[in-house]
């Protein structure tokens, strides 16, 4: 395992115009690359992950499991925006010396491709034999697979959409209405709007998990209980987890990222842009997410020219893709055992 950081020399240009200088980018990579240079695998982070994907997807990336450094050179970089060694919100603007905060510029999956497009390039790979990622992260893997088709020999989407629903907007609108109540957001100190992050996280986790889910996971053991219920101590810890490790500025920007993901925008529309895709494309929806509803999946699943479809029955919601690692492994195994387009891969999660 690497731990490194890529340093841009030349200026950075975001969709928006707007540019930075001094753009780095921190990323793990896994294995070796082959002499053919045809054992890639890029995994797209989600929101708040990091570019450690040994770290928060075990069961899935590692030694013995189905994306293997022993057999594949795993590249996972750190996306714009996030603290976690690229450049973001609390990175030093080498303009003013001081860190960015609010004026670091707003950008899109579109960016975040760029900065792995250059990435890419610092690592001399030509060809990714196998692109992936949920969520976000699902969202920028189809991002990369639209803008460059000849790349991409394999694209997994996970739990994501081709354009982000006004539903899933909504809930990230009343996360930063929780973050900019908290006054703190606009000091410009690196602990600023934390309150309104821990709230935020709370909202968050209502639309990661399923009401099944809390009321299995946080279901009080008796009846006496009036105050201090087991839910009510998760939401908070949950929401206090978050804060220990990220930032209010980071998340305010990477939620609107996802707001702003359309992959039809400035493409003739979402079907014309889907269309574009050449990769053999597995996507898999989740049965209980209420974030991204698996008919989302299935309307990728119906417009991308070589796609197959898997649903995951999971008790998790939307999280079950960072969870449900070996029901994850059965459908890739079976997936790369077919070359049949419009498959539908029938697959259950086993108890």
């Not at 030509?126 to 949920?134: K, P, Q, Y």
């Not at 460059?148 to 609108?173: C, Q």
């Not at 709370?202 to 946080?218: D, E, F, P, V, W």
Request: net charge neutral.
């Amino acid at each position: 395992m690497n731990a490194e950081i890529f340093k841009y020399t030349d200026t950075f240009e975001f969709e928006s115009g707007r540019t930075i200088e001094g753009l780095e980018i921190g990323f793990h990579t896994y294995g070796r690359l082959n002499k053919e240079k045809n054992n890639v695998v890029w995994v797209c982070h989600a929101l708040t992950a990091n570019s450690d994907v040994l770290d928060w997807w075990k069961g899935l990336v590692g030694t013995g499991y189905f994306i293997n450094p022993e057999e594949h050179f795993i590249v996972c970089a750190n996306i714009l925006g996030s603290p976690y060694g690229t450049t973001s919100p609390l990175s030093i603007n080498p303009v003013t010396g001081q860190p960015y905060y609010l004026s670091y510029p707003q950008f899109t999956t579109r960016d975040m491709i760029k900065a792995h497009q250059l990435l890419a390039g610092h690592l001399q790979i030509d060809s990714i034999n196998i692109l992936i990622g949920g969520s976000l992260g699902g969202q920028q893997a189809m991002e990369w697979a639209i803008i460059e088709p000849d790349r991409i020999k394999n694209l997994i989407l996970i739990a994501t959409n081709a354009k982000h629903s006004p539903w899933g907007i909504a809930f990230n609108e009343s996360q930063r209405l929780a973050i900019t109540a908290d006054r703190t957001f606009y000091a410009n100190t690196p602990d600023g709007g934390q309150k309104g992050l821990k709230a935020a996280r709370s909202i968050a986790l209502l639309s990661y998990r399923t009401y099944k889910t809390y009321g299995i996971t946080q279901q009080e053991e008796g009846d006496t209980v009036q105050d201090d219920f087991r839910a009510s101590t998760y939401q908070n810890y949950q929401g206090q987890k978050l804060v220990n490790r990220f930032n209010a500025y980071s998340y305010w920007y990477l939620t609107k990222v996802m707001d702003s993901h359309n992959v039809g925008r400035g493409r003739h529309g979402v079907e014309k842009a889907l269309s574009l895709i050449k990769a053999k494309t597995l996507v898999i929806g989740i049965s209980s997410d209420v974030l991204f509803p698996i008919e989302e999946q299935q309307y990728l699943f119906r417009h991308i020219p070589k796609a197959a479809f898997a649903e995951l029955d999971s008790f998790y919601g939307h999280d079950g893709f960072l969870i449900e690692t070996e029901a994850l492994t059965n459908i890739f195994t079976s997936f790369f055992k077919t070359d049949v387009k419009g498959k539908i891969i029938e697959l259950q999660r086993t108890a």
